[in-house]
């Protein structure tokens, strides 16, 4: 339970940082412009919609802890070589950026998952209830 307040609260701080990052770098690395870095942003964020449904799938073969395991391991990778390729290859800085980026939000959405089969239905009888406003 620890453990999977631990990782939500993590991955949103990580999620909001790069989201904040990213156009900062294609403006002053990569000379982008505010357009162009709002092109890509938002492609990013349309990736997620065929990677959510990909998840789906994959929980349905494996467990959740495990996938959430390989997601922390693949994030954990990406951040590193995000922070050593930052000034050589802009496909590598995307690429690893976009790794990031859509893990981090399977990773939430397989939190969520985790944590609505362990609370208890007396918190869902009572009406209409998210299980995520229960961590504040």
């Known amino acids: 339970m620890y ?5 939500l609260i993590i991955l949103k701080i990580v999620k909001e940082s790069l989201m ?8 002053e690395v990569f000379v982008f412009s505010i357009g162009s870095s709002a092109l890509l942003l938002s492609s990013i964020i349309l990736i997620n919609i065929p990677a959510v449904f990909i998840l789906n799938y994959f929980s349905k073969i494996y467990q959740e802890r495990k996938i959430i395991g390989i ?6 990778f990406s951040c590193i070589m995000i922070c050593i390729l930052l000034q050589t290859n802009f496909y590598a800085f995307y690429f690893f950026f976009l790794v990031v980026f ?3 939000i399977l990773i939430e959405n397989l939190n969520f998952a985790l944590l609505a089969k362990i609370v208890p239905e007396q ?7 998210n299980s995520g406003m229960i961590l504040i």
Do not use: N
């Open 3 to 7: 453990l999977l307040i631990f990782t």
């Open 71 to 76: 997601l922390l391991g693949v994030s954990l």
């Open 123 to 129: 918190y869902f009888s009572k009406g209409f209830l």
């Open 102 to 104: 859509i893990s981090s």
């Open 20 to 27: 904040i990052f990213f156009p900062y770098v294609l403006m």
